[in-house]
T-cell receptor, first 110, second 113 residues
Framework: SQQGEEDPQALSIQEGENATMNCSYKTSINNLQWYRQNSGRGLVHLILIRSNEREKHSGRLRVTLDTSKKSSSLLITASRAADTASYFCATDERDDKIIFGKGTRLHILP | EPEVTQTPSHQVTQMGQEVILRCVPISNHLYFYWYRQILGQKVEFLVSFYNNEISEKSEIFDDQFSVERPDGSNFTLKIRSTKLEDSAMYFC???????????FGPGTRLTVL
């Protein structure tokens, strides 16, 4: 089965900088979602981008999708300490279950 | 803002015991899911549920697992005879339609001793 794979596995940046995380997947999808998870906590839905969309914004978040390369990126601009978390992409192949990647651990340094 | 809720937040049980994890999905949602995340690993799909029946289940979801929507609001996951390897965070999720976002609950941390 397909799965999203995030890159890098871990990322440390200074507060105020931009953070970019990438996700690659293997098969055709209907949509792709990004989630955030604080350590040991629940999954917070960030954004959904459909296969016919190329870019989507939500506040400081920008998501791109390139279906020809089977990849997506999540950009967090002007990072804050509260952005420290793990970020997961999740692909939706048949509009039912979603498949998660292993995640990128983002650490914002003060 | 509506949200998915789960109880309990933490459940400790002895190996071989039955546990029931409870979820209240968002009220106008029609599709319901259980996922689990073993510590340090990725989130894994267990089962999807729609129109009062299982739509799909993973290999993990064997005969020891069952789901039920006993009334109009609750969605439960039962593990009949827990094993040590069932220790994980269990997440319930729901979505309004098949092409919509899946919203997750805060999770139940299950510890099997």
């Amino acid at each position: 089965s397909q799965q999203g794979e995030e890159d890098p596995q871990a990322l440390s940046i200074q507060e105020g900088e931009n953070a970019t995380m990438n996700c690659s997947y293997k098969t055709s999808i209907n949509n792709l979602q990004w989630y955030r998870q604080n350590s040991g906590r629940g999954l917070v839905h960030l954004i959904l981008i459909r296969s016919n969309e190329r870019e989507k914004h939500s506040g400081r978040l920008r998501v791109t999708l390139d279906t020809s390369k089977k990849s997506s990126s999540l950009l967090i601009t002007a990072s804050r300490a509260a952005d420290t978390a793990s970020y997961f992409c999740a692909t939706d192949e048949r509009d039912d279950k979603i498949i998660f990647g292993k995640g990128t651990r983002l650490h914002i340094l003060p | 803002e509506p949200e998915v809720t789960q109880t309990p937040s933490h459940q400790v049980t002895q190996m071989g015991q039955e546990v029931i994890l409870r979820c209240v999905p968002i009220s106008n949602h029609l599709y319901f899911y259980w996922y689990r995340q073993i510590l340090g690993q990725k989130v894994e799909f267990l089962v999807s549920f729609y129109n009062n029946e299982i739509s799909e289940k993973s290999e993990i979801f064997d005969d020891q697992f069952s789901v039920e929507r006993p009334d109009g609001s609750n969605f439960t996951l039962k593990i009949r005879s827990t094993k040590l390897e069932d220790s994980a965070m269990y997440f319930c999720a729901s979505r309004q339609g098949r092409a919509n976002e899946q919203f997750f609950g805060p999770g139940t941390r299950l510890t099997v001793l």
